[in-house]
C-alpha cells in the first residue's frame, strides 16, 4: 500500500497533495449534490411508510399528526429535518383516536424497526407493524409475514401491578392477552422476543409522556 | 502424520491400523444399540421402524452412488443410517429421513475423503442439515410414548410425498419432548420416566438407561475410548449441578440434564467415533469435557432446547487444536514416517 | 448494563459471527485460513483495527453529525480508517518490531477487508455508543479469530485425506464454512434476555 | 489471475468481455468480491440489485479512473482510487434509497460494504489505471456481467429452493416444504459450493467436448 520511494521535493509533494484535495472536493461536492436531491424523497418515502403503517395500528384514525419530542421531554410537531417518533391519529371528524409510537431496536440478525399503536386510556395495544427487518426468512420474519400472530397485538393489554406501574410485556406459549402476553413461535424465539423487548421499552419512555399529554392534546383539537 | 503417536498410545480404538478394525466397530457399535432399537419400536411403533429403516437402506443407497469402491461390506453405512434414524423425531416424514441420510453421506463423508476423513460425523451433518432445512418439522414431528395403534398405522405425516409438506397435521403435541417443556417454563418429566424412557422424543434416544449399557458394552468391548464419554457426562454433571445450585427455579437438576435429550446417544455412539475425537488420552479428557460445557452453555442460554447436536459438531472442530497441544513431543524428528 | 454489554458481545462473537453469519471477510478466510499459525495472528490483527476503526467510527459520527453532513459518513470511514491503520502500522514498526513481525505484516492486508468497514457500518446503523461500539468491535475481531482457528485446524486435517478434486480448494472450504456455519446456529438467541 | 495484468493494451473487447464472463468468472473461479454481495444473495432481487450497483460501481470507477490515470501519483494511487469507489457507492446507495426505499432497507449495511469489494478494487488497480476508457470499460462490464451470472444464479437457487418462488412468482407446487436452510447463512455457503463445483464440471466437460472434434 505504501510506496516510500519516488519521486522527491516540494514539487511532487504538492502535486500529490493537490490531486488528492482535488478528487476529494469533487467526490464531496458529488456526494452533497445527489444528497441535496434525493433526501427529500427518501424522507418522504421514510415518512409514508411509517405513516402507512402507523394508520394500520389505529383503528378508525384516517389521518394522523406527526410529533417527536421536544427538548424538555414534552411533544412538538415534526419538523423538516425531524424522524417521525409519534403519530397521533385522527377519524373523519378530526377527533383523536389513538397514537402510534415508532419504536426500533436489535432483533436476531439486524434492527428491527416498527410502529405499534397505543390506546392510554383503555391501557391497551391497538396493533403493531414491522417497517423494516432483516430477520431470517421463513424463521424471524414471522414477525412480518404471520397475519394471525400481527394481529394478537389489536388484543394486547398493557400489565399493570397493582400501583398502576407499567410491567413488561412477555412471550410465552398459550400466551394470555389480558397480562400483556405475547405469544410465542416456534423458531423464531428470537425475533418475536425483539419485538416484544422493544414495544415494552419503548412502551415505559412514551406512555408516561402519551398520558401527560393525551389530554392536553385532545383539547388542542381545533388547532 | 504423528510418528510416536502410536508407540505411546495403548488405547484400544481402531485406527485404521488393521483392516478388520472397521467392520469390528461396526459390528458392536450395531450391537449396543440393539436394545435401544427395539425398545424404540416398542415405545414408537411402526414410526420409529419406518424411520430406522429408511435411513439405513438411504445411507446404503447414497453409499452405493458416491462411493466409487464398493465401500458397502464395511458396515458403516448401516452404522450411519441407524445412528441417524435413532436420532430424528419418530413421525418426521419419511422423504426427509432419507433426504438427510443422503446429505450425511455425500456431504458429511465422501465429500470430506470418505472413511476415515470426515471432519465432522456424518450422522451430525445429516441431523444438523435437517434441523435447519426443516426446522417446523423437525420441531413438531414427536409422538407420544406408547400410544395406542402405533404397531399397526404410521403417522399420516411420515408418508408425505416427496419435497412436499404432509397433508396432515403433526400428530404430536408441539415442543414435547421433556427439555422443550423444560425450555418453555413447563413442569418435566419424572425422572424415573426419563431415565427409562417412556416419554417423547427422538426415535432412539428417550432411554438414557438402554443407551448407557450399550455405551458400557462398547467400552467393555474396548471399541470406545471410555474417557470420552465420561469426561463429557462428568462435565455435564458438574456444570449443570453448578446451574442448578445457583438458580434451582431456573435451571434443572443435574440426573434430569443427564438422563434427557440427546445427550447419552451423543456421547457414547457419536462423540466417540475415532475419526472426529483426539487421538491422545489427555486430549480425550479436554474434547468430553468441552464437548459437556458446550451442552450446557447451549442448553440453558440459547434459544434451542437441545445442544448436544450443535456442541457435537463444535467439539470435532476443535478436536484438531486439541491433537496438537496434547500431542506428545516426539523424541527426535522424523523416526518413521 | 453489563448484561446489554454482555449481549452485544455474544451477538457480535457466536450468534451472528462475521464470518459464518455475514460472510465478511472471507477473502482472506479462504487465503489465510489453511494455515493455524498465521490464521490465529491474523484474527488478532483484525480485532485490533476493528476496534481502531469503531474509534475512528465514533468520532467520526460526532464530527459529521456536528456539522450535519452525516452523508459523507462512508467515504470518511473509508479514509480515515484506513489512514489510521497506517500510522498504528508505523507506530508498531519503530517501537516493537518483534510485534510488527507477528501482526504487522497482516495490517495493509486488512485495510480493505470488508469485515473492519462493516464493523463501522454496523455501530452506526444500531446506534452503539463508544463502549457498546468497543465492546462489538471485540467481539466480531473475536468470533472472527474463532472462526478463522475452527477452519484452520479442519483445513490442515484435510490435506490428509483424500477430497474429491472438483471439491478441492474453495469449494470444500464453503462446505466447511457451511457446515461450521450451521453449527454455530446452536448460539441462536444467547444474549438476548427474554 | 496472475496473468490477468499482462493483457495487452491490443487485445480486442470481445475477449475481454469473455474472460470477466466465463474464465475469469470473478465469483466462480477467482472468488473474489463475495464477502459485501453474499449476505443478501438470498433472493433473485437481492442479488440482482447487488450485482447491479456493484456493476454500476465498477463501471464509472473504471472510466473515471482511466480518464484520470494521467494525473493520479503512484504513491497515492490506492487512496485516490478509494476515493472514486466511495464516492460511487454513496451515489448508489443514495439512489437506492430514493427509489426503492424497501429494497434499500432489506439490503441494509451490504449496500455501503460494495465499496470494500475486492474485485471492485483489483479491476481498478489492474485494468483501470493503466488501459484506455474503452478496455477498461469492457473489463468492467465482462466483469460485471460475470459477477451478475454468479449471484444472480446464487441468490435464484436459494430463494427457489428456500421460499419455492423466483423472483417473488411463486415456481415450486402449492404444498412444497422449503428447505429453510437454503435462506441461512449456512445454505448459502452450500449453494455457493456447489456452484463451484457445477462450474468446473461444466468448464472441463465444455473443453472435452471442444477438443474431441479437433
Given at each position: 500500500?505504501?510506496?516510500?520511494?519516488?519521486?522527491?521535493?516540494?514539487?511532487?509533494?504538492?502535486?500529490i497533495q493537490?490531486v488528492?484535495?482535488?478528487i476529494?472536493?469533487?467526490?464531496?461536492l458529488?456526494?452533497?449534490?445527489?444528497?441535496?436531491?434525493?433526501?427529500?424523497m427518501?424522507?418522504?418515502?421514510?415518512?409514508?411508510l411509517?405513516?402507512?403503517?402507523?394508520?394500520?395500528v389505529?383503528?378508525?384514525?384516517?389521518s394522523?399528526?406527526?410529533?417527536?419530542?421536544?427538548?424538555?421531554?414534552?411533544?412538538?410537531?415534526?419538523?423538516?429535518?425531524?424522524?417521525?417518533?409519534?403519530?397521533?391519529?385522527l377519524?373523519?371528524?378530526?377527533?383523536?383516536?389513538?397514537?402510534?409510537v415508532?419504536?426500533?431496536?436489535?432483533?436476531?440478525?439486524?434492527?428491527?424497526?416498527?410502529?405499534?399503536?397505543?390506546?392510554?386510556?383503555?391501557?391497551?395495544?391497538?396493533?403493531?407493524?414491522?417497517?423494516a427487518s432483516r430477520?431470517?426468512?421463513?424463521?424471524?420474519?414471522?414477525?412480518?409475514?404471520?397475519?394471525?400472530?400481527?394481529d394478537?397485538?389489536?388484543?394486547?393489554h398493557l400489565?399493570?401491578?397493582?400501583?398502576?406501574?407499567l410491567?413488561?410485556?412477555r412471550?410465552?406459549?398459550?400466551?394470555?392477552?389480558?397480562q400483556?402476553?405475547?405469544?410465542?413461535?416456534?423458531?423464531?424465539?428470537?425475533?418475536?422476543?425483539?419485538v416484544?423487548?422493544i414495544?415494552?421499552?419503548s412502551?415505559?419512555?412514551?406512555?408516561?409522556?402519551?398520558?401527560?399529554?393525551?389530554?392536553?392534546?385532545?383539547?388542542?383539537?381545533?388547532? | 502424520?504423528?510418528?510416536?503417536s502410536?508407540?505411546l498410545?495403548?488405547?484400544?480404538?481402531?485406527?485404521?491400523?488393521?483392516?478388520s478394525?472397521?467392520?469390528r466397530?461396526?459390528?458392536?457399535?450395531?450391537?449396543?444399540l440393539l436394545?435401544?432399537?427395539?425398545?424404540?419400536?416398542?415405545?414408537?411403533?411402526?414410526?420409529?421402524?419406518?424411520?430406522?429403516?429408511?435411513?439405513?437402506?438411504?445411507?446404503?443407497?447414497?453409499?452405493?452412488?458416491?462411493?466409487?469402491?464398493?465401500?458397502?461390506?464395511?458396515?458403516?453405512?448401516?452404522?450411519?443410517?441407524?445412528?441417524?434414524?435413532?436420532?430424528?423425531?419418530?413421525?418426521?416424514p419419511?422423504?426427509?429421513?432419507?433426504?438427510?441420510?443422503?446429505?450425511?453421506?455425500a456431504?458429511?463423508?465422501h465429500?470430506?475423503?470418505?472413511?476415515?476423513?470426515?471432519a465432522?460425523h456424518?450422522?451430525?451433518?445429516?441431523?444438523?442439515?435437517?434441523?435447519a432445512?426443516?426446522?417446523?418439522?423437525?420441531?413438531?414431528?414427536?409422538?407420544?410414548?406408547?400410544?395406542a395403534g402405533?404397531?399397526?398405522?404410521?403417522?399420516?405425516?411420515?408418508?408425505a410425498?416427496?419435497?412436499l409438506?404432509?397433508?396432515?397435521?403433526?400428530?404430536?403435541?408441539?415442543?414435547?419432548?421433556?427439555l422443550?417443556?423444560?425450555?418453555?417454563?413447563?413442569?418435566?418429566e419424572?425422572?424415573?420416566?426419563?431415565?427409562?424412557?417412556?416419554?417423547?422424543?427422538?426415535?432412539?434416544?428417550?432411554?438414557?438407561?438402554?443407551?448407557?449399557?450399550?455405551?458400557?458394552?462398547l467400552?467393555?468391548?474396548?471399541?470406545?475410548?471410555?474417557?470420552?464419554p465420561a469426561?463429557?457426562?462428568?462435565?455435564?454433571?458438574l456444570?449443570?449441578?453448578?446451574?442448578?445450585?445457583?438458580?434451582?427455579?431456573?435451571?434443572p437438576?443435574?440426573?434430569?440434564?443427564?438422563?434427557s435429550?440427546?445427550?447419552?446417544?451423543?456421547?457414547w455412539?457419536?462423540?466417540?467415533?475415532p475419526?472426529?475425537s483426539?487421538t491422545t488420552?489427555?486430549?480425550?479428557?479436554?474434547?468430553?469435557?468441552?464437548?459437556g460445557?458446550?451442552?450446557?452453555?447451549?442448553?440453558?442460554?440459547?434459544?434451542?432446547?437441545?445442544g448436544?447436536?450443535y456442541?457435537?459438531?463444535?467439539?470435532?472442530?476443535?478436536?484438531p487444536?486439541?491433537d496438537?497441544?496434547?500431542?506428545?513431543?516426539?523424541?527426535s524428528?522424523?523416526?518413521?514416517? | 448494563?453489563?448484561?446489554?454489554?454482555?449481549?452485544?458481545f455474544?451477538?457480535?462473537?457466536?450468534?451472528?459471527n462475521?464470518?459464518?453469519?455475514?460472510?465478511?471477510g472471507?477473502?482472506?478466510?479462504?487465503?489465510?485460513?489453511?494455515?493455524?499459525?498465521?490464521?490465529?495472528?491474523?484474527?488478532?490483527?483484525?480485532?485490533?483495527?476493528?476496534l481502531?476503526?469503531?474509534?475512528?467510527?465514533?468520532?467520526?459520527?460526532?464530527?459529521?453529525?456536528m456539522i450535519?453532513?452525516?452523508?459523507?459518513?462512508?467515504?470518511?470511514?473509508?479514509?480515515?480508517?484506513?489512514?489510521?491503520?497506517?500510522?498504528?502500522?508505523?507506530?508498531?514498526r519503530?517501537?516493537?518490531p518483534?510485534?510488527?513481525?507477528?501482526?504487522?505484516?497482516?495490517?495493509?492486508?486488512?485495510?480493505?477487508?470488508c469485515?473492519?468497514?462493516a464493523?463501522a457500518?454496523?455501530?452506526?446503523?444500531?446506534?452503539?455508543?463508544?463502549?457498546?461500539?468497543?465492546v462489538?468491535a471485540?467481539?466480531a475481531?473475536?468470533?472472527?479469530?474463532?472462526a478463522?482457528?475452527?477452519?484452520?485446524?479442519?483445513?490442515?486435517?484435510?490435506r490428509?485425506?483424500?477430497?474429491?478434486d472438483?471439491?478441492?480448494?474453495?469449494?470444500?472450504?464453503l462446505?466447511?464454512?457451511?457446515?461450521?456455519?450451521l453449527?454455530?446456529?446452536?448460539?441462536?438467541?444467547?444474549g438476548?434476555?427474554? | 489471475m496472475?496473468?490477468?495484468?499482462?493483457?495487452?493494451?491490443?487485445?480486442?473487447?470481445v475477449?475481454?468481455?469473455?474472460?470477466?464472463?466465463?474464465?475469469?468468472?470473478?465469483?466462480?473461479?477467482?472468488a473474489?468480491g463475495?464477502?459485501?454481495?453474499?449476505a443478501?444473495?438470498?433472493?433473485?432481487?437481492?442479488?440482482?440489485?447487488?450485482?447491479?450497483?456493484?456493476?454500476?460501481?465498477?463501471?464509472?470507477s473504471?472510466?473515471?479512473?482511466?480518464?484520470?490515470?494521467g494525473?493520479?501519483?503512484?504513491?497515492?494511487?490506492?487512496?485516490?482510487?478509494?476515493?472514486?469507489?466511495?464516492?460511487?457507492?454513496?451515489?448508489?446507495?443514495?439512489?437506492?434509497?430514493?427509489?426503492a426505499?424497501?429494497?434499500h432497507?432489506?439490503?441494509?449495511?451490504?449496500?455501503?460494504?460494495?465499496?470494500?469489494?475486492?474485485?471492485?478494487?483489483s479491476?481498478?488497480e489492474?485494468?483501470?489505471?493503466?488501459q484506455?476508457?474503452?478496455?477498461?470499460?469492457?473489463?468492467?462490464?465482462?466483469?460485471?456481467?460475470?459477477?451478475?451470472?454468479?449471484?444472480v444464479?446464487?441468490?435464484?437457487?436459494?430463494e427457489?429452493?428456500?421460499?419455492?418462488?423466483l423472483?417473488?412468482?411463486?415456481?415450486?407446487?402449492?404444498r412444497?416444504e422449503p428447505?429453510?436452510?437454503?435462506?441461512?447463512?449456512?445454505?448459502?455457503?452450500?449453494t455457493?459450493?456447489?456452484?463451484v463445483?457445477?462450474?468446473?464440471?461444466?468448464?472441463?466437460?465444455l473443453?472435452r467436448?471442444?477438443?474431441?472434434?479437433?
Amino acid at each position: 500500500m505504501t510506496e516510500q520511494r519516488g519521486g522527491s521535493g516540494l514539487a511532487s509533494v504538492l502535486r500529490i497533495q493537490g490531486v488528492l484535495v482535488a478528487i476529494a472536493l469533487s467526490a464531496g461536492l458529488a456526494i452533497a449534490l445527489v444528497h441535496e436531491w434525493t433526501r427529500p424523497m427518501v424522507m418522504a418515502q421514510r415518512g409514508g411508510l411509517l405513516g402507512d403503517a402507523a394508520l394500520e395500528v389505529m383503528p378508525g384514525a384516517a389521518s394522523y399528526r406527526i410529533y417527536v419530542r421536544s427538548a424538555d421531554g414534552g411533544l412538538r410537531p415534526m419538523g423538516d429535518d425531524d424522524t417521525p417518533e409519534l403519530f397521533i391519529g385522527l377519524d373523519e371528524g378530526g377527533h383523536i383516536v389513538g397514537a402510534a409510537v415508532v419504536g426500533s431496536g436489535m432483533g436476531y440478525a439486524d434492527v428491527i424497526q416498527l410502529v405499534y399503536g397505543v390506546d392510554p386510556a383503555a391501557g391497551r395495544l391497538t396493533g403493531m407493524r414491522v417497517v423494516a427487518s432483516r430477520e431470517t426468512p421463513g424463521l424471524g420474519s414471522v414477525i412480518v409475514d404471520d397475519k394471525d400472530w400481527v394481529d394478537t397485538f389489536t388484543r394486547i393489554h398493557l400489565p399493570f401491578d397493582g400501583e398502576q406501574n407499567l410491567r413488561n410485556l412477555r412471550v410465552r406459549s398459550n400466551a394470555n392477552h389480558e397480562q400483556g402476553e405475547v405469544d410465542a413461535i416456534s423458531g423464531a424465539t428470537v425475533s418475536v422476543v425483539s419485538v416484544t423487548r422493544i414495544i415494552s421499552s419503548s412502551l415505559a419512555d412514551w406512555l408516561p409522556i402519551l398520558k401527560a399529554e393525551f389530554d392536553e392534546l385532545s383539547g388542542g383539537d381545533r388547532g | 502424520m504423528m510418528p510416536s503417536s502410536h508407540l505411546l498410545s495403548l488405547r484400544g480404538a481402531p485406527h485404521l491400523h488393521a483392516d478388520s478394525a472397521v467392520p469390528r466397530l461396526m459390528l458392536h457399535s450395531v450391537i449396543a444399540l440393539l436394545p435401544v432399537s427395539v425398545f424404540a419400536v416398542f415405545l414408537f411403533g411402526l414410526a420409529a421402524l419406518a424411520t430406522v429403516a429408511v435411513a439405513i437402506l438411504a445411507c446404503l443407497l447414497a453409499e452405493r452412488v458416491c462411493g466409487p469402491r464398493s465401500a458397502l461390506g464395511d458396515g458403516s453405512a448401516i452404522l450411519t443410517g441407524l445412528l441417524l434414524g435413532l436420532s430424528l423425531p419418530p413421525a418426521l416424514p419419511l422423504w426427509m429421513v432419507a433426504f438427510g441420510a443422503f446429505v450425511a453421506v455425500a456431504v458429511g463423508k465422501h465429500l470430506f475423503g470418505g472413511l476415515g476423513g470426515p471432519a465432522f460425523h456424518p450422522v451430525l451433518v445429516g441431523r444438523v442439515f435437517l434441523q435447519a432445512a426443516f426446522p417446523s418439522a423437525m420441531a413438531q414431528a414427536w409422538v407420544a410414548p406408547l400410544a395406542a395403534g402405533r404397531a399397526t398405522e404410521l403417522p399420516a405425516t411420515s408418508l408425505a410425498l416427496p419435497f412436499l409438506t404432509p397433508d396432515a397435521p403433526y400428530d404430536g403435541i408441539s415442543g414435547a419432548t421433556p427439555l422443550s417443556a423444560l425450555k418453555a417454563g413447563e413442569a418435566g418429566e419424572p425422572l424415573l420416566s426419563l431415565w427409562l424412557g417412556t416419554v417423547s422424543g427422538s426415535v432412539g434416544e428417550t432411554s438414557a438407561l438402554l443407551l448407557l449399557l450399550g455405551g458400557l458394552y462398547l467400552v467393555y468391548r474396548r471399541v470406545i475410548d471410555w474417557r470420552i464419554p465420561a469426561a463429557l457426562l462428568g462435565s455435564v454433571a458438574l456444570f449443570s449441578a453448578v446451574l442448578h445450585a445457583i438458580d434451582p427455579e431456573r435451571f434443572p437438576a443435574m440426573m434430569t440434564a443427564l438422563g434427557s435429550g440427546a445427550l447419552m446417544l451423543g456421547a457414547w455412539f457419536l462423540a466417540t467415533d475415532p475419526g472426529i475425537s483426539p487421538t491422545t488420552r489427555r486430549g480425550a479428557w479436554l474434547y468430553g469435557l468441552a464437548i459437556g460445557l458446550l451442552v450446557v452453555v447451549i442448553r440453558q442460554f440459547s434459544g434451542q432446547a437441545e445442544g448436544v447436536m450443535y456442541a457435537l459438531l463444535l467439539g470435532s472442530a476443535l478436536t484438531p487444536h486439541i491433537d496438537r497441544w496434547t500431542r506428545p513431543k516426539p523424541l527426535s524428528e522424523g523416526v518413521e514416517e | 448494563m453489563t448484561q446489554e454489554l454482555w449481549g452485544v458481545f455474544l451477538n457480535a462473537a457466536l450468534v451472528n459471527n462475521f464470518v459464518l453469519a455475514y460472510f465478511l471477510g472471507i477473502c482472506p478466510f479462504l487465503g489465510v485460513s489453511a494455515k493455524l499459525d498465521s490464521a490465529g495472528r491474523m484474527g488478532l490483527a483484525v480485532t485490533f483495527v476493528m476496534l481502531v476503526a469503531s474509534l475512528c467510527a465514533f468520532g467520526i459520527n460526532r464530527l459529521l453529525g456536528m456539522i450535519g453532513a452525516e452523508y459523507l459518513s462512508l467515504i470518511s470511514y473509508i479514509v480515515v480508517i484506513a489512514s489510521s491503520v497506517q500510522l498504528v502500522e508505523m507506530f508498531v514498526r519503530k517501537t516493537s518490531p518483534a510485534l510488527f513481525k507477528q501482526l504487522g505484516i497482516f495490517l495493509p492486508l486488512i485495510t480493505t477487508n470488508c469485515a473492519i468497514l462493516a464493523v463501522a457500518l454496523f455501530q452506526t446503523q444500531r446506534e452503539y455508543g463508544l463502549l457498546e461500539g468497543l465492546v462489538f468491535a471485540f467481539g466480531a475481531g473475536m468470533g472472527f479469530t474463532l472462526a478463522l482457528v475452527l477452519m484452520a485446524g479442519i483445513r490442515e486435517r484435510l490435506r490428509l485425506v483424500d477430497v474429491p478434486d472438483v471439491a478441492q480448494g474453495m469449494a470444500i472450504t464453503l462446505v466447511l464454512a457451511g457446515i461450521l456455519s450451521l453449527a454455530f446456529m446452536g448460539f441462536a438467541g444467547m444474549g438476548a434476555s427474554a | 489471475m496472475a496473468d490477468a495484468g499482462m493483457i495487452s493494451e491490443r487485445e480486442d473487447g470481445v475477449e475481454r468481455l469473455r474472460l470477466g464472463f466465463w474464465r475469469e468468472n470473478p465469483i466462480l473461479v477467482q472468488a473474489l468480491g463475495m464477502c459485501p454481495v453474499l449476505a443478501v444473495s438470498n433472493t433473485g432481487v437481492n442479488a440482482l440489485t447487488m450485482s447491479l450497483a456493484t456493476t454500476f460501481v465498477l463501471l464509472s470507477s473504471a472510466i473515471v479512473i482511466s480518464t484520470i490515470r494521467g494525473i493520479i501519483p503512484r504513491q497515492v494511487r490506492l487512496a485516490c482510487f478509494v476515493l472514486v469507489i466511495a464516492t460511487f457507492v454513496t451515489l448508489t446507495d443514495m439512489a437506492v434509497e430514493a427509489f426503492a426505499l424497501e429494497l434499500h432497507q432489506a439490503l441494509g449495511a451490504f449496500l455501503p460494504l460494495i465499496v470494500v469489494n475486492c474485485m471492485i478494487l483489483s479491476r481498478i488497480e489492474i485494468m483501470a489505471s493503466r488501459q484506455p476508457i474503452s478496455v477498461a470499460a469492457l473489463d468492467a462490464i465482462g466483469m460485471g456481467a460475470g459477477f451478475m451470472l454468479g449471484l444472480v444464479t446464487l441468490g435464484s437457487l436459494r430463494e427457489l429452493l428456500g421460499r419455492g418462488t423466483l423472483f417473488g412468482a411463486q415456481v415450486m407446487p402449492d404444498r412444497f416444504e422449503p428447505w429453510q436452510v437454503m435462506q441461512l447463512p449456512g445454505g448459502g455457503f452450500f449453494t455457493l459450493a456447489a456452484l463451484v463445483i457445477g462450474f468446473t464440471l461444466l468448464d472441463r466437460s465444455l473443453k472435452r467436448w471442444r477438443e474431441v472434434p479437433a
